[in-house]
């Protein structure tokens, strides 16, 4: 009985403090106010958003929200306006957001028609494709799913790419086993080790990954995309004030140059802490997503 | 805080394209239980065995109990899972190496799994064990051999029962720390609870209805256990020894 007592109280403390913070203004007050905007960014994801050898974040996707802040703090006249960071993981940045911890999450968040029920993304900045990896000596062609069969695929749990591989594999009878593993870094793992004779990953992850191995030119990536991806800055959901100011800011950046500019710094040349080349131009998916911005979670769009 | 509580996502089609996340949860605490358990029963039976070797007469058996305590004690849970899946393959001989990593789904997880949460926790069992063995007046023992029973004799008969009837509050501590430890296990991609919850969330993205299942899910199963372990512990309560003042306070 008093197990039950202590929860509902506990309950009933959620909820209340859910109905208090929910009444507050937007974050453009929040902005005013504090001076401070809070990027949330993960730490591992190469190149979008990671640690550099200084352990400050660096990235494509931080960078473009560094961009943003200061259109943000030029829009809204601010006298000063100072960017903090907090690392997420992907199981942290939706309550983060939602608590009003962090303002925007950097990384490389897929924008899907689900997630616009709890957050709002701003314009897509990448477009991944899903694609297969493998170790050349494994005997499989990464651009067919079906030479995988009687063989293992690594991707992601609970991820897109594992469901798309696991919808192919149910659809055509490949007869693939799908390992599901902790995130991009096991995958790779799975495949390095032997465990897996390919991974599902999007490419921008496959590349970093790939080029931050040991020997890279022991893989090979696929260049056949499964299914289109978009990313997106993580903005709150419900604030519209807050989504334009950040969304025209976005938008600015692509029109003026600086996204395609960044793109270059972090795919098409050397990029901290250990100086490799990603070497992956830019998709044309991406071109058509740049020039004409859209938020939609939509992959045909972007087809 | 704006968020769109939802319970009705534990009946969406989940990441796999055929079931509900309900449904997977529900398949993810089996893991849990399947994982748990017969890790506990390697641990228990072990256990036991490590517990005599540390307490018996035998200078060499007691240092073999030391050793291994120390060794599966003092290394971290999280590191000890990744020696199991991922570098154990790599130092045994190459066919049987490569047998452990084409192990199908989601086998290849689950042995590494259970080797990693067996040895550990034999390790934890044998230490209450002996510190149940221990706490035993001397004279139990020593009553044993003058009776004529053999050392071996005196521990089944005398030593063990005793002992394993004291234990049996912390071993249900024991039991419900194994059944949370087993989530460690998601680290390499066994979709146990909260390997299934994590997977919810990322999909769905309505990660507080994801972990407020599964907290609800291990609430449950250690709240059976512990009423098991309870009635356990009333049953076998020896009058006279520590434990049976339980059974005059319920």
Not at chain 1, 27 to 44: A, D, M, N, Q, Y
Not at chain 2, 26 to 39: E, K, N
Request: charged share 15%; proline share 5%; glycine share 8%.
């Amino acid at each position: 009985m008093k197990t039950v007592h202590v929860l509902s109280t506990a309950a009933l403390l959620c909820a209340t403090s859910l109905v208090a913070t929910a009444a507050d203004s937007g974050r453009i007050e929040k902005l005013r106010e504090t001076g401070t905007l809070v990027l949330g960014h993960p730490e591992s994801s190469v190149p979008f958003a990671y640690l550099d050898g200084n352990q400050k974040p660096v990235g494509y996707t931080v960078e473009i929200c560094e961009a943003v802040a200061e259109k943000i703090k030029a829009t809204l006249n601010l006298p000063k306006l100072e960017v903090r960071y907090n690392p997420t993981t992907s199981a942290t940045r939706i309550p983060l957001l939602a608590n009003g911890t962090i303002d925007l999450e950097c990384g490389n968040t897929t924008n899907n028609i689900e997630r616009h029920k709890l957050v709002s993304f701003a314009p897509t900045t990448f477009v991944a494709q899903v694609v297969l990896m493998a170790r050349k000596d494994a005997g499989v062609d990464v651009n067919d799913p079906a030479s995988f069969k009687g063989k293992t695929i690594a991707a992601q749990a609970g991820g897109q790419t594992f469901k798309l591989i696991s919808m192919l594999n149910a659809q055509n009878n490949y007869g693939i086993q799908v390992a599901p593993a902790k995130d991009t870094g096991e995958t790779f793992l799975m495949v390095q080790s032997g465990r897996a004779a390919g991974s599902a990953n999007d490419d921008g992850l496959a590349y970093g990954a790939v080029a931050s191995a040991k020997n890279p030119e022991d893989f090979i990536i696929g260049t056949k995309g499964l299914e289109m991806a978009p990313y997106g800055i993580l903005q709150p959901k419900d604030d519209p004030a807050f989504k334009k100011v950040v969304d025209d800011a976005v938008i600015g950046l692509m029109k003026d140059g600086t996204v395609a500019r960044l793109y270059d710094k972090y795919f098409n040349s050397p990029i901290p802490p250990r100086g490799i080349n990603l070497k992956y131009p830019m998709s044309d998916a991406l071109k058509r997503a740049l020039a004409n911005p859209t938020d939609s979670g939509d992959p045909e769009v972007y087809k | 805080m704006t968020y769109n509580w939802s319970w009705q996502v534990f009946l969406d089609t989940s990441s796999d394209g055929m079931n509900s996340f309900l449904h997977n949860l529900l398949v993810g605490a089996m893991w849990t239980l399947a994982l748990a358990l017969s890790a506990l029963a390697f641990s228990f039976l072990f256990g036991c065995l490590l517990a005599v070797c540390r307490t018996a007469k035998s200078r060499p058996l007691n240092v073999l109990g030391s050793v291994y305590v120390e060794i599966f004690r003092n290394i971290p849970l999280l590191v000890q899972m990744f020696l199991w899946y991922f570098v154990l393959p790599e130092v045994l001989p190459p066919a049987l190496g490569t047998a452990m990593k084409q192990m199908g789904q989601p086998w290849g997880q689950f042995f590494p799994a259970l080797l990693c949460l067996s040895f550990y926790g034999t390790a934890r069992v044998c230490e209450q064990i002996r510190a149940g063995i221990q706490s035993l007046p001397r004279g139990q023992a020593a009553a044993g051999t003058a009776l004529g029973l053999t050392q071996v004799q005196v521990y089944r008969y005398v030593v063990l029962p005793e002992a394993l009837r004291i234990v049996i509050a912390p071993l249900t501590s024991e039991i419900m720390g194994t059944i949370k430890y087993s989530s460690i296990a998601l680290t390499i991609g066994l979709l146990e609870l909260t390997g299934q919850a994590r997977a919810m969330q990322e999909f769905s993205f309505h990660i507080f209805e994801a972990f407020t299942a599964a907290t609800l899910g291990y609430l449950i199963i250690n709240g059976v256990i512990v009423l098991a372990m309870r009635a356990l512990e009333r049953h076998y309560a020896v009058p006279g020894l520590i434990g049976s003042g339980v059974k005059a306070k319920l």
